[in-house]
C-alpha cells in the first residue's frame, strides 16, 4: 500500500464557489480523520469516521463543511460558499482501530486550499 | 474539552546539546502521539505513547508519557542540524477519541 492519498494537492477557487477534497486512506484503515492546518498552527480536529458511520465532528465546523465516507473506504471533504477564511491546509489520515498495535495514525500529504 | 499546550513555541539551539519540549493536556487521555512536520510538508508519525509510563526511543530523541501528571516530554539528545523541524503532540481523548494538537513547537538547530 502506498499509504494515505488526497486530491487535489491543491486548489484554487473564488469565494462563494463549492470546492470537494477526497481522501483515500490505507486500505485497512477502519478510522479516517479530517483536520484543517494553517499556517504557524498545529492541525485542528474537523471530524472523523469509523468505517462508514461519522462519529465525531468539531462544534467549530460551520454547516458549510459537511464530510462522506459512504462504504467505508474513501472519504469526501465538501466545503458551500468558501470563505478567504477557509483558505488552509486540509490534512487526511487514517488509522486502525482494531488493535493496540496499530493506533499510529498515518497522514496524508494534503489538500492546500485558496480562497480568493 | 480537551485542550493541550505545548512549551517551549519556540526553540533555538546549539547542535550538540540536550533539552526537552513539554505537552500538557487538560483532561484524561492514555494515548499521545508525536510528529514532525517539516516547511510545507504533512506530518511524519514519530512514537504513539500508549499507556502510563510509556517510553520510547528513536535515535536521538526520546519520547515519554504520565498520564497520572498529564504530561509527556519530547526529549532531544545531541541535537544535529537535521532535527531542525516543527514538533506536534497530539493527544487523544478518553471520551469521545477526537485528537488533539498542540500549536508545536519550531526547532532550530544551528550547525
Known amino acids: 500500500d502506498t499509504g494515505v492519498s488526497q486530491n487535489p494537492r491543491h486548489k484554487i477557487t473564488k469565494r462563494g464557489q463549492n470546492v470537494t477534497f477526497r481522501c483515500d486512506p490505507i486500505?485497512?484503515?477502519?478510522?479516517l480523520y479530517w483536520y484543517r492546518q494553517t499556517l504557524g498552527q498545529g492541525p485542528e480536529f474537523l471530524t472523523y469516521?469509523?468505517?462508514?458511520?461519522?462519529?465525531?465532528k468539531s462544534r467549530l465546523l460551520s454547516d458549510r463543511f459537511s464530510a462522506e465516507r459512504p462504504k467505508g473506504s474513501f472519504s469526501t471533504l465538501e466545503i458551500q460558499r468558501t470563505e478567504q477564511g477557509d483558505s488552509a491546509m486540509y490534512l487526511c489520515?487514517?488509522?486502525?482501530?482494531?488493535?493496540?498495535?496499530?493506533?499510529?495514525?498515518?497522514f496524508g500529504p494534503g489538500t492546500r486550499l485558496t480562497v480568493t | 474539552e480537551l485542550k493541550v499546550e505545548q512549551n517551549p513555541l519556540f526553540l533555538s539551539m546549539q547542535e550538540g546539546k540536550n533539552y526537552t519540549i513539554y505537552c500538557n493536556y487538560s483532561?484524561?487521555?492514555?494515548?499521545l502521539y508525536w510528529y514532525r512536520q517539516d516547511p510545507g510538508k504533512s506530518l511524519e508519525s514519530l512514537f504513539v505513547?500508549?499507556?502510563?509510563?510509556a517510553v520510547k526511543q528513536e535515535g536521538r530523541l526520546m519520547a515519554s508519557l504520565d498520564t497520572k501528571a498529564r504530561l509527556s516530554t519530547l526529549h532531544i539528545t545531541a541535537a544535529v542540524h537535521d532535527l531542525s523541524a516543527t514538533y506536534f503532540c497530539?493527544?487523544?481523548?478518553?471520551?469521545?477519541?477526537?485528537?488533539?494538537f498542540g500549536k508545536g513547537t519550531r526547532l532550530h538547530i544551528l550547525p
Open positions: 489520515a487514517s488509522s486502525s482501530h482494531l488493535r493496540v498495535q496499530f493506533y499510529e495514525q498515518y
Open positions: 486500505s485497512e484503515h477502519n478510522r
Open positions: 469516521f469509523q468505517n462508514e458511520a461519522q462519529l465525531e
Open positions: 483532561t484524561t487521555s492514555d494515548r
Open positions: 505513547l500508549l499507556s502510563n509510563g
Open positions: 497530539a493527544v487523544v481523548s478518553n471520551r469521545d477519541d477526537k485528537i488533539i
